[in-house]
């Protein structure tokens, strides 16, 4: 039924910059608000970003650092990931994630997709 299918990642050097798609069907991507969350090996699952149905409103965790940007568009029921200034750190497996409420808890978000994986060197 809901699908939510993650592109864009790869391999990027330090300092430089990457935009990750999500692509969803199956459901009416306008009431849905929408999530990237990230996760490394080893660690626990981290809140990156979020943006609601509003699409001007959007909220950031602490590992955004003021250098990720998520966008979406409704008509494309896609939502993007601008990610720049990226440090080794960023490097993780990147998932986006669909809730009908705002959060940045993951226990929100009701519909996952397989993640894209994104390395940065250092």
């Known amino acids: 039924q809901v699908q939510l299918v993650e592109s864009g990642g790869g391999l990027v050097q330090a300092g430089g910059s990457l935009r990750l798609s999500c692509a969803a069907s199956g459901l009416t991507f306008s009431s849905y608000v929408m999530g990237w969350f990230r996760q490394a090996p080893g660690k626990e699952r981290e809140f990156v970003g979020t943006?609601?149905?509003?699409?001007?409103?959007?909220n950031y965790g602490d590992s955004a650092k003021g250098r990720f940007t998520i966008s979406r568009d409704n008509g494309k029921n896609t939502v993007y990931l601008q990610m720049n200034s990226l440090k080794p750190e960023d490097t993780a497996l990147y998932y986006c994630?669909?809730?009908?409420?705002?959060?940045?808890?993951?226990?929100?978000?009701?519909?996952w997709g397989q993640g894209t994986p994104v390395t940065v060197s250092s």
């Open positions: 994630a669909a809730s009908r409420t705002y959060s940045y808890d993951a226990r929100r978000y009701d519909y």
């Open positions: 943006i609601s149905w509003n699409v001007n409103f959007a």
